[in-house]
């Protein structure tokens, strides 16, 4: 079955970066993939995502900071955060669509305090 694996999540203080990594396993083919984030009593929200050629597409509050990235060969993605905020404090998911069909990760904590 297809299962998605997240990494790189932690502590950091404001203004620091983290780079998250999303694995993909169990699918053959080449498909759009996301990063979403969940913080404590808010709901689930589109962070970046990428189609299949490359394009990427960013939340406005993370424009200019974060970065998505992908590499079809390995079936990942990574998602490169700079200038890190309190406000980016959340469980961040990966997403894979199939446009029949949405697969989500386990998540992986992303803290920002000082």
């Known amino acids: 079955q297809v299962q998605l694996v997240e990494s790189g999540g932690g502590l950091v203080q404001p203004g620091e970066s983290l780079r998250l990594s999303c694995t993909a396993s169990g699918i053959y083919s080449i498909w759009p993939m996301g990063w979403y984030r969940q913080a404590p009593g808010k709901e689930r929200e589109l962070v970046a995502d990428?189609?299949?050629?490359?394009?990427?597409n960013y939340a406005d509050s993370v424009k200019g900071r974060f970065t998505i990235s992908r590499d079809n060969a390995a079936n990942t993605i990574d998602l490169q955060m700079n200038s890190l905020k309190p406000e980016d404090t959340a469980v961040y998911y990966c997403?894979?669509?199939?446009?029949?069909?949405?697969?989500w990760g386990q998540g992986t904590q992303v803290t920002v305090s000082s």
């Open positions: 997403k894979l669509s199939t446009g029949i069909s949405n697969y």
């Open positions: 990428i189609t299949t050629s490359g394009t990427a």
